[in-house]
């Protein structure tokens, strides 16, 4: 009931598009992301390697951002944040996710 009359999927849509728009200007911005896609809050951002993107998970899970790996490839990042999220974490996220793949791309010259 709390779900339809609060419209949570049409709020999880909606901040979804947003994540989305936040990590396609990371992508533009850092080479080293290769994909990003996903639909409302499953999200997948793809990197060149399985070490990248295991650098990438290991620097969020330092700055306090967990993200889940694929069973078959360790080069994507599952993103998949409770439905409740705010604006404000979102872009708190996207600040983590850049200061984080800043730092990987250093580490992989």
């Keep these: 009931k709390f779900t339809i009359e609060n419209d949570l999927p049409g709020q999880i849509q909606e901040m979804g598009e947003y994540f989305m728009e936040k990590l396609r200007g990371l992508q533009e911005k ?3 992301l290769v994909d990003v896609r996903g639909k409302g809050f499953l999200i997948g951002l793809e990197y060149p390697t399985p070490e990248m993107g295991w ?3 290991k620097g969020l899970f330092k700055r306090g951002v967990m993200t889940g790996g694929t069973l078959n490839n360790a080069k994507v990042n599952r993103i998949e944040p409770p439905g409740i999220l705010s604006y404000e974490t979102i872009d708190t996220i996207n600040e983590k996710l850049d200061e984080t ?3 990987v791309a250093e ?3």
């Design 107 to 109: 580490e992989f010259k």
């Design 30 to 32: 850092h080479p080293i």
């Design 55 to 57: 650098a990438v998970s």
């Design 101 to 103: 793949q800043v730092e």
